[in-house]
């Protein structure tokens, strides 16, 4: 039974080396390298808050949906700017879409990468 399981491993990855030894196979892994690197960066913590706050941001989202069908009047959404939270949300949006949208204009790379930058740029 051990020398079955061990033939159809080495089968196995024969095919996985196979998908990497191609140009996509390596891009793909070279990408997989990079998102493990930015990982390993990221704060636990506020991850996990982020990740808490987003869980919770969903379900009353779809709890609104089930509720009604109706869209929200345009007067009810500004009143929602009132809300506290709502401007707290607001602002960590903004300040993740300014920072993205700087980042996408910013020719110069990003720390965890050997990407120059540039369309059709490829790692060293």
Known sequence: MLNGLL???????????????????????????TLAKLLGRLDADGLDRFVAALDRALDAAGERIDQ????????????????????RGLDATLTLLGTLGKQLHDPQPPVHSNHDGRDGAQPE
Do not use: C, I, W
């Not at 491993?9 to 997989?32: H, K, P, S, W, Y």
């Not at 009604?68 to 401007?87: E, H």
């Open 7 to 33: 033939a159809q491993f080495q089968d196995v990855m024969a095919v996985v080396l196979a998908g990497l030894n191609t140009d996509e196979g390596r891009a793909g892994l070279a990408n997989l390298l």
């Open 68 to 87: 009604t069908d109706d869209a929200p009047g345009s007067l009810s959404v500004l009143a929602k700017l009132r809300d506290p939270d709502v401007r």
